[in-house]
């Protein structure tokens, strides 16, 4: 009899309301439950564009088990496909790669276009014969995966049911149409990758609220302080937090990064961070914008995907490069203190007798947010089942 996990105490109100079971947390069984029902049924973050920034460029990505591949098409747009032969279920490409004329299957020459379309069967009809009567070509094109990209980050929907990404999150979109313009990655400087022994949902949680900058993060609650956040609640689709008090990087002359253009006063001062379920996690400032892609590699490792943009690309002068450069590295510092929280809840997720947890009505609402979610995702897949 397959175990099913009680949900209900998860969507009471906060004041009475317990967190998901450990087995979400620790649980094979609801991991792949989860798989489906909340990262592969929902639009998921699975790369960037920077990624991918010339014509031609491909490259592949293990999404839960399942190879995708990211390839920027003639046009500027990016692609995702299943990164599968459509002959024999071969890989096609096992590394990031610059395809100068067609995605070529290593097993067999089966080629491909960017747009996925197949190209030729080399003596598919026998030697020398490239095509035969009872094989359609029109009909053997990669298998395309539902994609879109905001701010650069490339989402997925890869059971194809969700609704398009502009509905689902027609409300943070609008919340932050001031930063719907170009932003330029910051070079080399400005990405980096964290391995963290945690369920990716830790990860999500922790990163939604303020309620933890005292003692994880005393350098930033130095100057942004607790009181100076507010909480970002009550959405469907996100959750985080904001504060007050943003403060711009200055250089040894006073020096400052550019802003986005056009921003309203509120984001002088004010910066935004949210988490964009399932696993995208976004901010935004007056000077940069970053994103984290949660990778889930396993039930209790997940691997943390960073990159941050700017207003003008790298290049123009040193010392805004530097600038780039240092800003990068104040934000791994600051995701590197999240580390042993996350882990060491994970840790405490084994303790049998621990019931969910309990929030704080004042301070944990869009934690609380994100268990609601979650479990309406898991309860939708069990009905459809």
């Not at 400087?189 to 949902?201: D, I």
């Not at 985080?240 to 984001?267: C, E, H, I, R």
């Not at 892609?293 to 003008?312: C, D, R, S």
């Not at 042993?340 to 869009?366: I, Y």
Request: proline share 6%; aromatic share 10%; hydrophobic share 35%.
């Amino acid at each position: 009899m397959k175990h099913v996990t009680d949900l209900d105490a998860v969507h009471a109100p906060i004041e009475q309301a317990r967190g998901l079971p450990n087995e979400h947390y620790v649980d094979p069984a609801v991991f792949a439950e989860e798989r489906k029902s909340v990262l592969f049924d929902n639009w998921a973050g699975v790369g960037f564009g920077k990624d991918v920034p010339e014509a031609g460029d491909a490259r592949p990505i293990d999404f839960l088990g399942m190879p995708l591949l990211l390839v920027r098409d003639r046009n500027g747009g990016v692609n995702v496909f299943q990164n599968t032969c459509r002959h024999r279920g071969m890989i096609l490409v096992d590394q990031p790669t610059r395809i100068r004329g067609a995605i070529r299957c290593p097993y067999h020459s089966w080629c491909y276009g960017l747009d996925g379309g197949l190209r030729t069967t080399p003596h598919i009809g026998g030697p020398g014969q490239n095509t035969h009567e009872d094989v359609d070509p029109t009909a053997l094109g990669l298998v395309r995966v539902r994609s879109h990209v905001w701010l650069d980050v490339v989402y997925v929907n890869v059971n194809g049911n969700a609704e398009p990404f502009e509905e689902v999150h027609a409300d943070l979109l609008a919340r932050w149409a001031d930063f719907d313009q170009p932003m330029h990655f910051g070079g080399e400087a400005a990405g980096f990758q964290l391995e963290v022994n945690t369920n990716w949902k830790l990860a999500v949680e922790n990163y939604c609220e303020s309620y933890h900058l005292p003692w994880v993060h005393p350098g930033l609650n130095s100057y942004s302080r607790l009181e100076d956040h507010y909480n970002i609640e009550g959405r469907s689709e996100y959750s985080g937090q904001g504060t007050l008090v943003y403060q711009q990087l200055k250089d040894a002359q006073g020096n400052v990064l550019p802003d986005f253009s056009g921003l309203p006063s509120k984001w002088h001062q004010g910066g935004e961070y949210v988490s964009l379920y399932p696993n995208v996690l976004l901010g935004v400032q007056r000077d940069h914008a970053f994103a984290l892609i949660l990778q889930p590699i396993g039930l209790e490792k997940t691997i943390e995907h960073v990159a941050l943009y700017f207003a003008q690309a790298p290049g123009g002068s040193e010392e805004q490069d530097g600038l780039r450069a240092e800003s990068a590295q104040r934000w791994r510092e600051v995701f590197k203190e999240d580390i042993f929280v996350v882990e060491g809840m994970q840790r405490g997720r084994h303790g049998l007798l621990f019931d969910g947890g309990h929030f704080s009505p004042a301070m944990d609402g869009p934690t609380h947010n994100f268990h609601k979610w979650v479990a309406t995702q898991v309860e939708a897949g069990r009905a459809a089942a």
